[in-house]
């Protein structure tokens, strides 16, 4: 039974006044207590007049059991953003699309009512996402905390218009050295992401599986490689500037070149609630138009 949330956005969501009206009455008809991210509510007072006062929290450590649905308000770049906030604390995340695209944020703004309505009546699933973990040699210090990606970590040049090479290694067996722009590391998640802007696959998010994607490989026959998400990755990095980037969704350190990189999937997941108005592979018809061939005629 869902008695209590939490609801966060990004400050570009403040404009999508009608959805969060909407997704706030439905709250209340079913008697749920809405606790808002602490930045967001105070962009909300601002914006619009709410009709009563709501509790906040202000990160990770004022979160616990006892939320059972993480709201995230925006677009699929807001959900990643509220992962930092939910981590391993297993709070089902659901995304309501005020953004554009919206892979993740699948509900859409017509569908917030008929979804609230669905997970009050326990009609939906539940969805383990995978994460990556990064771990370096040195340690990086600003890995410490956050050390982990929804999407993917993506390894690219930096301060140069020149290739660098990753050396890449499985489960330290030898596979090849990129020269290329970077290399993404993407999750099923992720392989509608980045990753999929660099022809890498489309993959079901239950797949127990990693993609290896380069970003404009010099060498042609470099192709996006699919592994078992057991595999444990470590690349070394060869760059003509001193140092290079590392991306975790769209969190981007600079480290020193001479850093050596350990990714794995993660020791915990993110729970993706799925209400059974939606499914993925609705999501990719309608987000990459694969019923737009005419030749599919009714079944569009």
């Given at each position: 039974?869902?008695?209590?949330?939490?609801i966060?956005?990004?400050?570009?969501?403040?404009?999508?006044?009608?959805e969060?009206k909407?997704?706030?009455?439905?709250?209340?008809?079913?008697?749920?207590?809405?606790?808002f991210e602490e930045?967001?509510?105070?962009?909300?007072?601002?914006?619009?007049?709410?009709?009563?006062?709501?509790?906040?929290?202000?990160?990770?450590?004022d979160?616990?059991?006892?939320?059972?649905?993480f709201?995230?308000?925006?677009?699929?770049?807001?959900?990643?953003?509220?992962?930092?906030?939910?981590?391993?604390?297993?709070?089902?995340?659901?995304?309501?699309?005020?953004?554009?695209?919206?892979?993740?944020?699948?509900i859409?703004?017509?569908?917030?009512?008929?979804s609230?309505?669905?997970?009050?009546?326990?009609e939906?699933?539940?969805?383990?996402?995978?994460?990556l973990s990064?771990?370096?040699?040195?340690?990086?210090e600003?890995?410490?905390?956050?050390?982990?990606?929804?999407?993917?970590?993506?390894?690219?040049?930096?301060?140069?218009?020149?290739?660098?090479?990753?050396?890449t290694?499985?489960?330290?067996e030898?596979?090849?050295?990129?020269?290329?722009?970077g290399?993404?590391?993407?999750?099923?998640?992720?392989?509608t992401?980045?990753?999929?802007?660099?022809?890498?696959p489309?993959i079901?998010?239950?797949?127990?599986?990693?993609?290896?994607?380069?970003?404009?490989?010099?060498?042609f026959?470099?192709?996006?490689?699919?592994?078992?998400?057991?595999?444990?990755?470590?690349l070394?990095?060869?760059s003509?500037?001193?140092?290079f980037?590392?991306?975790l969704?769209?969190?981007?350190?600079?480290?020193?070149?001479?850093?050596?990189?350990?990714?794995?999937?993660?020791?915990?997941t993110?729970?993706?609630?799925?209400?059974?108005?939606h499914?993925?592979?609705?999501?990719?018809?309608?987000?990459l138009?694969?019923?737009?061939?005419?030749?599919?005629?009714?079944?569009?």
């Open positions: 039974m869902i008695k209590k949330v939490a966060f956005g990004q400050t570009y969501s403040v404009n999508a006044e009608k969060i909407i997704l706030l009455l439905a709250l209340e008809k079913h008697n749920v207590v809405a606790i930045n967001f509510y105070n962009a909300l007072k601002d914006s619009f007049h709410l009709t009563k006062k709501y509790s906040t929290f202000g990160s990770f450590y979160l616990n059991s006892s939320f059972d649905v709201f995230s308000l925006g677009g699929d770049g807001t959900i990643l953003r509220a992962i930092t906030y939910i981590r391993d604390l297993n709070i089902p995340i659901l995304g309501i699309n005020t953004g554009r695209l919206g892979f993740l944020a699948n859409q703004k017509n569908k917030i009512k008929e609230i309505d669905l997970l009050i009546a326990e939906y699933t539940i969805q383990e996402r995978t994460l990064i771990k370096t040699i040195p340690k990086v600003s890995l410490d905390e956050l050390s982990f990606a929804l999407n993917e970590i993506t390894i690219s040049r930096e301060n140069t218009t020149s290739m660098i090479g990753v050396k290694f499985l489960d330290k030898y596979l090849t050295n990129y020269w290329a722009d290399l993404i590391i993407a999750t099923p998640t992720g392989s992401g980045y990753s999929l802007s660099c022809n890498g489309v079901s998010p239950n797949s127990k599986n990693l993609i290896i994607t380069p970003i404009a490989p010099h060498n026959n470099a192709r996006p490689m699919v592994i078992p998400d057991e595999t444990i990755i470590e070394e990095i060869d003509r500037e001193k140092s980037l590392i991306s969704d769209s969190r981007i350190i600079s480290v020193p070149k001479d850093t050596k990189i350990f990714i794995e999937k993660s020791p915990f993110i729970k993706s609630m799925i209400p059974s108005n499914s993925f592979l609705t999501t990719l018809r309608t987000k138009l694969w019923g737009e061939d005419t030749r599919n005629g009714a079944n569009n």
